[in-house]
Structure formats: C-alpha cells, structure tokens
C-alpha cells in the first residue's frame, strides 16, 4: 500500500508540474490584454499553429495524469476492508506458522531417534572393538609364551 501512495504522491506531483507548465505557457503565448473595455487586442507574435499543439499536447498530458490518478486512488483498499484483510492473512500466517512449527517437531523427534540409534551402534562398535583387543593381546600373549 505505501507503494501505491507513492506513486499516487508522484502523479498528482506530476500534474502539479504539468499544469504549472500550462499556465506558463499560456502565459507565454496568450495574447495581452487591456483592462479598459475598448476590447482590443495587441497582434500575436506566435503562429496559431503552434499554440494549437502546445493546448493539444497539454490537454493530453493533463487528462492522461488525471486518469493516472483516478486508477491509483482506485486501486487503494478501503478503510474497512483493510482491516478485514489484514486479520484474515493473519489468520493464514498463524496457521501455516502452526502447520510449519509442528512439521519441524516431527523433523525433531525423528532426528532424535536416529541419534539415539547411532550412539547405540557406536556403542556397539567400540565394546566389539575393545573386545577384539583382548582376544587379540590374549592370543599374542599366548603365542610368545609357546
């Protein structure tokens, strides 16, 4: 959501800029006029065609920013609906949370049995080898004795 608000603070930055540039060119192109209510006008320095284009490309920019707008504060969520939304993903985490803490446990428990089957062996292993040993010095010590 922090997101789309500031994309949205960038489009209505944007048609701020835009329609800053619009009064300044009007200001630029616009032909003077006098406050007395003769209604003259003064000449026009500019080609009429282009101040043409420059209302076109303006109108254009200014109307697509505004749908740009309207998009983005559309696509906010509701007061209400947020909170709605955010108890039920919580919900959601909570469980797959719980799901995972128990998959682990049994990842545990298993781990630990085959610990414990390990040691045993190892056990096994070194009582077989110690008992190797005697029966190998007995027979050693047998043998010199011959």
Do not use: W
């Amino acid at each position: 959501m922090a997101d789309r608000l500031s994309q949205l603070q960038d489009a209505v930055n944007q048609q701020a800029e835009n329609l800053y540039n619009s009064i300044g060119c009007l200001f630029n192109s616009a032909p003077p006029c006098s406050f007395d209510k003769s209604g003259k006008t003064p000449s026009q320095n500019e080609n009429p065609d282009d101040m043409m284009e420059h209302k076109r490309v303006f109108a254009t920019v200014i109307a697509r920013n505004a749908k740009d707008i309207d998009a983005l504060i559309e696509s906010l969520p509701s007061e209400d609906s947020s909170a709605e939304l955010q108890t039920a993903s919580m919900r959601i985490l909570e469980q797959e949370g719980e799901e995972a803490a128990q998959r682990l446990q049994r990842g545990i428990d298993r781990g630990d049995k085959l610990l414990e089957e390990i040691n045993r062996a190892l056990t096994e292993i070194a009582t077989t080898q110690l008992a190797i040993n005697r029966i190998t010095e007995a027979s050693q010590g047998d043998a010199i004795k011959i």
